[in-house]
T-cell receptor
Framework: GAVVSQHPSRVICKSGTSVKIECRSL??????MFWYRQFPKQSLMLMAT?????????EQGVEKDKFLINHASLTLSTLTVTSAHPEDSSFYIC?????????????FGQGTRLTVV | SQQGEEDPQALSIQEGENATMNCSYK?????LQWYRQNSGRGLVHLIL?????REKHSGRLRVTLDTSKKSSSLLITASRAADTASYFC????????????FGKGTTLSVSS
């Protein structure tokens, strides 16, 4: 299946700093990627849809100025958590779908565990 | 947003037993998918069942879909310790530009 690579897998940062998380589709082009957030023992909550060459679409309640998304190429989307605070500590996962009628499954990155201290 | 509920939220069984997890959803669907997540990792696709299918098998996995009740079940037969993980159902349309929406998940623990 298709491969989505996410980096870094873990990051610890100080409160007030910014953290960038990268999501790459390694063997396919992804015009759209998705960013999810997952709290411990909970499900994945969709944060935003990242569109190549255009602005991301954010879900209700997600601060676009807080979570900056850039999708500058067909294989790379980045999520920057700006001015991070401890409440931003979470597991962030990116995903992409290869598209087409027969290709409806999603492929996920390995996730990034963000800890803000 | 979340699509629906899974039950049970947690399930503990012995190796060799079968594990059944259920998922309910709210909207009409084109397909329903099941994913597995090992602790602290990304998700892995297990199986997809289309809205016009009622049952599907893949190895030790059996998925059923009842669109009239807006529910699906995942059965893992002859479970193994390596099956320990969280399992999520997800719905979404056939377009690559549309995100999957996940249920709350079932955490399965299989002890040897």
């Amino acid at each position: 299946g298709a491969v989505v690579s996410q980096h870094p897998s873990r990051v610890i940062c100080k409160s007030g700093t910014s953290v960038k998380i990268e999501c790459r589709s390694l063997d396919f082009q992804a015009t759209t990627m998705f960013w999810y957030r997952q709290f411990p023992k909970q499900s994945l909550m969709l944060m935003a849809t990242s569109n190549e060459g255009s602005k991301a679409t954010y879900e209700q309640g997600v601060e676009k100025d807080k979570f900056l998304i850039n999708h500058a190429s067909l294989t790379l989307s980045t999520l920057t958590v700006t001015s991070a605070h401890p409440e931003d500590s979470s597991f962030y996962i990116c995903s992409a779908r290869t598209g087409g009628v027969m290709n409806t499954e999603a492929f996920f990155g390995q996730g990034t565990r963000l800890t803000v201290v | 947003s979340q699509q629906g509920e899974e039950d049970p939220q947690a399930l503990s069984i012995q190796e060799g037993e079968n594990a059944t997890m259920n998922c309910s959803y709210k909207t009409s669907i084109n397909n329903l998918q099941w994913y597995r997540q090992n602790s602290g990792r990304g998700l892995v696709h297990l199986i997809l069942i289309r809205s016009n299918e009622r049952e599907k098998h893949s190895g030790r996995l059996r998925v059923t879909l009842d669109t009239s009740k807006k529910s699906s079940s995942l059965l893992i037969t002859a479970s193994r310790a390596a099956d320990t993980a969280s399992y999520f159902c997800a719905t979404g349309d056939n377009q690559a530009g549309t995100a999957l929406i996940f249920g709350k998940g079932t955490t399965l623990s299989v002890s040897s």
